[in-house]
C-alpha cells in the first residue's frame, strides 16, 4: 500500500548511529539491587509550564458533571515509594508496564518487578543495576526519564533511561531488552549516543520499530524522531537507530504504542501525536526502511485541528490542605504514552493533557483521533472533564478491547490532599463525555510541602490477558517524599468476558396438588465483572404458579423459584419448563422438569417433591449474537420417560420456549445515555 503522506518529508533521510557499545546483562535475581544514587529534584525542560495565548476564555467541550459511578478499583497496591523503604526523587515521574504476569514500575533512578498481586519480585534498584559491567556511559551514569514497555508481540520487556557526559555536553539514550519473558532474567543492552544531551525520552510500540522521540538541549534546542532496530534488538545482534531532526521550536511529540493482538495495517508507518498549540495537536507519521535508510522517511506535520482550550494565568496553581505550597500541572504537556489501537473497521489512538477548565481550575482534557479514508487523522471526539471546582491534571488516557476509554489523573483541592482518580466512558456513550467518573484509586492523607514540582507523566495500560483490564500508576504525597501506587480496574461490557453460568437446582421435582417445591437458581460469575442479574420462569404446567424471590440477584448469589400445584391441579406428565436470565451483558437460558402427581402420597421424598436429576446445563450464552439452539442434558429413566431420552414430552410448551429464544435473539445492548 502507498503512503502519499510521504511526498514531502521533514528531510532528505535519517540519520543512521550504530549503537556505541551493546552487551547482555546478568541475570537479575543473581545480582543484588543496586543502590540509586541521585539529585532530590530531577531537572526537567520548561515544556511543563507550557502557556497558550490568551483565548476566548471559555472552553467549547466541557463537560461539568459526570453521570455515572465508575467501577471501584479491583487492586490498588503501593508501588516504589516509602512502604517498600525507597526515597523516590522528585518528581518520580511513575510509569509501569504490564505483561502476563508481571508489572514492571520505573520512577527517576529506581524500578521494581511485581506480581499482579503487589508481591514484590525484585527491588526497588537503580535502574543502572542491569547495567553493572557494562563498558559505556550508561554504566555510569542515570539521569533520568526512565519509560518501561511492555512488547507484547515478542512477550518481552524494553527499559530506557538518559546518560549524560557533563564535560563533553553529550548524551546517550539507553535501552536494555529483555532477553526472555521473564524480566528478572538477563537483558540485552545498547547504547545510543547524541552530540548534545537528551531529554525526556519516550518510547512506543511498532511492528517494525521501537519509536522513540527525544529533545536534545545544549546548543540544539530540536527534537528528534528516531527508530530503533526492534527485529536485531530483540535477537540481541548489534543495532542501529534511525533520526529525524524536527525545525527549530516544534514541540517533541510523543510515539503511539500500540494495544491489543490485531495489528496496524500491512506496511502503516508508526504515528507520532505533538502537543497542541495554535488550536491543533500535531501529527507525524513515520516510515522505516531497514534495509535502505533512504528510503526511510517523516511525514510533515499533520495539523489536526482541536477545540479551543486555555492555559491558567499562574504557573503553581494547585492548591492542598494544610499548607501554602501549591503545585506545578504541566497545563498542555503531552508527556504519557499515547495509545494506539487497530479494529476491524478503523484505528484509534487516545491521548490527554490538563486544561484550565475555568477560573484557574484545572482539568482533563481529552481526545480520541481516527485517520479518515485518505489517512489523515481526525478528530473523532473531545471533552475537557471538570465536574466541579477541584484540580484534575497530569492524565493518561487508553482504550480496551471493546472500544471503552478511561482516564487517570491526580486530583487536589484547599480540602483534598492530592490523590489518584480515574473517570471514563462505554464505546456506545454519547461523543465527547466520559459518562463514568468518577472513582477512587488511592486517597492521600498527607500534602506535598516539600516542592511545587509534580510528576510529569503517569501511565495508564492495558492488561494483555483479557484486552480489557486497566492498570494505572501514578504519584501521590508520601509523609516526606514522594509515592507511586499501582491500580487496576475493569469497565463493564468489555468484549465478551462479563459472562456467567446459570444452573436450576435440582432439575427435576415432582409436586402433589395443594403442595409446593422449590427449586435454587444460581447464577454464578464466569469471567469479568459481576453483573445484577434478572430472573424468569416460563412453560409450567396448567394448574401451577411460581414466585422467584428475589427476581434480580448479582451473578454470585442466588434465588429460589418456588412452584406451587393448586388443590385441584391435573395431572401432568415430566414437563419442560425455562428459567431465563438476563445481564446488561449476557443472557442465559437454562432447563428444568416438573411432574405434577395426584397419585403421590404424603410421606414420599421432599413431600411430594423428588431430585430426578443432576444439574441442568446451560441452554445457552450470547452477549449482543443470536442465540443458540436451547440444549439440555438427557434426562434420566423415570416413570414419566422410560427411555430416558432427551425427547419433548407432548405437554412441554415448544411453542412457548421457542418464542423466548426468538425474542432474546432480538434484544439489543442497552446504552447507556446522559441524564
Not at 506496511?267 to 501525536?273: D, T
Amino acid at each position: 500500500m502507498l503512503w502519499p503522506l510521504f511526498a514531502i518529508a521533514v528531510s532528505a533521510s535519517p540519520q543512521v548511529v550504530r549503537a556505541m557499545k551493546h552487551d547482555v546483562s546478568f541475570e537479575l535475581r543473581a545480582l543484588p539491587p543496586a543502590t540509586a544514587g541521585f539529585a532530590p529534584e530531577h531537572d526537567e525542560p520548561e515544556s511543563m509550564q507550557y502557556r497558550m495565548p490568551a483565548g476566548m476564555g471559555f472552553d467549547p467541550v466541557l463537560q461539568p458533571r459526570a453521570f455515572f459511578a465508575a467501577p471501584a478499583a479491583a487492586t490498588s497496591f503501593d508501588g516504589i515509594g516509602p512502604s517498600t523503604r525507597t526515597v523516590n526523587a522528585n518528581p518520580p515521574d511513575a510509569n509501569a508496564a504490564v505483561g502476563p504476569e508481571h508489572i514492571v514500575e520505573v520512577t527517576n533512578f529506581r524500578f521494581a518487578i511485581f506480581s499482579k498481586t503487589g508481591e514484590i519480585l525484585y527491588g526497588p534498584a537503580a535502574t543502572s543495576t542491569p547495567w553493572l559491567g557494562f563498558d559505556g556511559r550508561c554504566g555510569k551514569s542515570d539521569r533520568g526519564d526512565p519509560v518501561v514497555l511492555y512488547d507484547r508481540l515478542a512477550d518481552r520487556w524494553v527499559m530506557i533511561h538518559m546518560a549524560w557526559d557533563d564535560v563533553t555536553s553529550t548524551g546517550s539514550q539507553c535501552v536494555a531488552v529483555s532477553r526472555t519473558a521473564d524480566p528478572v532474567g538477563a537483558w540485552f543492552l545498547y547504547e545510543f549516543p547524541f552530540n548534545s544531551t537528551n531529554d525526556a525520552g519516550k518510547i512506543g510500540l511498532w511492528p517494525d520499530a521501537y519509536v522513540y522521540t527525544t529533545m536534545l538541549t545544549v546548543n540544539d534546542g530540536r527534537a528528534r524522531i528516531c527508530a530503533f532496530d526492534r527485529t536485531r534488538m530483540l535477537a540481541g545482534s548489534d543495532a542501529t537507530q534511525q533520526c529525524f531532526i524536527l525545525p527549530v521550536n516544534e514541540p517533541q511529540p510523543i510515539p503511539a504504542d500500540l494495544d491489543g493482538a490485531r495489528l496496524p495495517p500491512a506496511g502503516a508507518p508508526a504515528w507520532l501525536v505533538g502537543p497542541a498549540y495554535g488550536g491543533t495537536l500535531g501529527a507525524f507519521r513515520l516510515h522505516v526502511d531497514w534495509q535502505d535508510p533512504s528510503g526511510s522517511s517523516l511525514s510533515p506535520r499533520i495539523a489536526v485541528p482541536v477545540a479551543h482550550w486555555d492555559a491558567p494565568g499562574c504557573a503553581e496553581c494547585i492548591p492542598q490542605p494544610g499548607t501554602t505550597q501549591r503545585l506545578l500541572a504541566g497545563v498542555g504537556d503531552l508527556g504519557q504514552r499515547i495509545a494506539y489501537r487497530s479494529f476491524a473497521d478503523h484505528e484509534a489512538l487516545v491521548l490527554s493533557h490538563s486544561v484550565d477548565a475555568g477560573s484557574g481550575s484545572m482539568g482533563v482534557r481529552w481526545y480520541e483521533l481516527r485517520p479518515d479514508a485518505a489517512g489523515i487523522p481526525v478528530v473523532y471526539q473531545q471533552g475537557t472533564f471538570a465536574p466541579d471546582a477541584m484540580h484534575r491534571w497530569m492524565p493518561s488516557a487508553a482504550m480496551d478491547a471493546s472500544g471503552n476509554i478511561a482516564i487517570g489523573y491526580s486530583v487536589a483541592s484547599e480540602s483534598l490532599y492530592p490523590s489518584i482518580r480515574y473517570a471514563a466512558r462505554l464505546a456506545g456513550d454519547p461523543s465527547g463525555l466520559l459518562t463514568f467518573g468518577e472513582a477512587s484509586l488511592h486517597e492521600s492523607t498527607a500534602s506535598q510541602t516539600w516542592s511545587p514540582r509534580w510528576g510529569d507523566y503517569s501511565s495508564m495500560q492495558i492488561d494483555p490477558i483479557d484486552d480489557c483490564t486497566f492498570w494505572y500508576t501514578a504519584e501521590y504525597p508520601g509523609d516526606t517524599n514522594p509515592a507511586t501506587r499501582i491500580s487496576a480496574f475493569r469497565l463493564a461490557g468489555c468484549g465478551f468476558h462479563n459472562d456467567f453460568t446459570l444452573s436450576v437446582v435440582p432439575t427435576s421435582r415432582i409436586v402433589t396438588p395443594a403442595a409446593s417445591v422449590a427449586y435454587e437458581l444460581a447464577p454464578a460469575n464466569k469471567s469479568g465483572v459481576a453483573e445484577p442479574i434478572s430472573l424468569s420462569a416460563d412453560g409450567l404446567p396448567s394448574g401451577t404458579s411460581q414466585v422467584i424471590k428475589p427476581e434480580s440477584v448479582v451473578a454470585g448469589e442466588s434465588a429460589i423459584l418456588t412452584v406451587a400445584a393448586s388443590p385441584r391441579a391435573p395431572q401432568a406428565p415430566l414437563t419442560t419448563f425455562t428459567v431465563v436470565a438476563t445481564s446488561p451483558s449476557a443472557t442465559h437460558v437454562a432447563t428444568a422438569r416438573i411432574h405434577v402427581d395426584d397419585q403421590s402420597a404424603p410421606g414420599d421424598p421432599d413431600s411430594g417433591a423428588t431430585d430426578a436429576g443432576a444439574l441442568t446445563t446451560d441452554a445457552g450464552s450470547y452477549g449482543g449474537a443470536s442465540p443458540p439452539d436451547a440444549q439440555t442434558t438427557t434426562p434420566p429413566a423415570t416413570a414419566a420417560n422410560p427411555s430416558g431420552c432427551g425427547c419433548r414430552s407432548s405437554n412441554v410448551p415448544l411453542a412457548l420456549l421457542t418464542g423466548i429464544l426468538t425474542l432474546i435473539s432480538r434484544r439489543k445492548e442497552p446504552r447507556r445515555t446522559a441524564r
